[in-house]
């Protein structure tokens, strides 16, 4: 079966532009991540979903960032009135069970965002 | 707080030379720790975790909690093996992770 998809695989946008980001995670996968990661950095963690609840949004930087898995699969990372500083790769991973299960995560490819 | 170190950003070996990628980890709790690797062009794989105890395209880790260590080792490098490491920790709902190591294996 296919593995987590993530659209745009690129996306450039002007200050201030809102955008939205995509991920379709493994099907069946209850839980759904979503990372930051900057240039010559490691992932850091944006929000994480247990099926459609929003468990833990704590990584989000500043609240033009919002994350929603409405139906518990698909899930949607928007940024609004983007700024250089969020220039990045976005990345979404799904696995099976909950963090506390130790379950393996899978990535998808990411989304490299560039604000200018 | 750095909660995952990875002291090295980047790590030459020849081939057929061991190669240990450092991680050192802050927590309090009962630590979960990953490796993660992603080769070039590819997306990010798990590697190996520690709870598992398995050994995966020669890679071992051992956690020291003494240390707070949990650093990567292979006693012999292939070419295939150059890649970007990343160490994580997961604390329950947050998975922290390294800023990774780039090994370069050279023939």
């Known amino acids: 079966g296919a593995g987590v998809s993530q659209s745009p695989r690129y996306k450039v946008a002007k200050r201030g532009q809102d955008v939205a980001l995509r991920c379709d995670p493994i099907s069946g996968h209850v839980s759904l991540f979503w990372y930051q990661q900057a240039l010559g950095q490691g992932p850091e963690f944006l929000t994480y979903?247990?099926?459609?609840?929003?468990?833990?949004k704590s990584g989000l930087p500043s609240d033009r960032f919002f994350a929603e898995r409405p139906e518990g699969s698909v899930s949607t990372l928007k940024i609004q009135r983007t700024q250089q500083e969020d220039s990045a790769v976005y990345l979404c991973a799904s696995s099976l069970g909950g963090p506390l299960d130790q379950e393996t995560q899978y990535f998808g490819p990411g989304t490299r965002l560039l604000v200018l | 707080a750095q909660r995952v170190t990875q002291p090295e950003k980047l790590l030459s070996v020849f081939k057929g030379a061991p190669v240990e990628l450092k991680c050192n980890y802050s927590y309090s709790g009962s630590p979960e720790l990953f490796w993660y690797v992603q080769y070039s062009r590819q997306r990010l794989q798990l590697l190996l975790r520690?709870?598992s105890r398995e050994s995966i395209k020669g890679f071992t880790a051992d956690l020291n909690k003494g240390e707070t260590s949990f650093h990567l080792k292979k006693p012999f490098a292939q070419e295939e093996d150059s890649a970007m490491y990343y160490c994580?920790?997961?604390?329950?709902?947050?998975?922290?992770f390294g800023t990774g190591t780039s090994l370069t294996v050279i023939p």
């Open positions: 994580a920790l997961n604390t329950g709902n947050q998975f922290y």
């Open positions: 979903f247990q099926n459609e609840a929003q468990l833990d």
């Open positions: 520690h709870i």
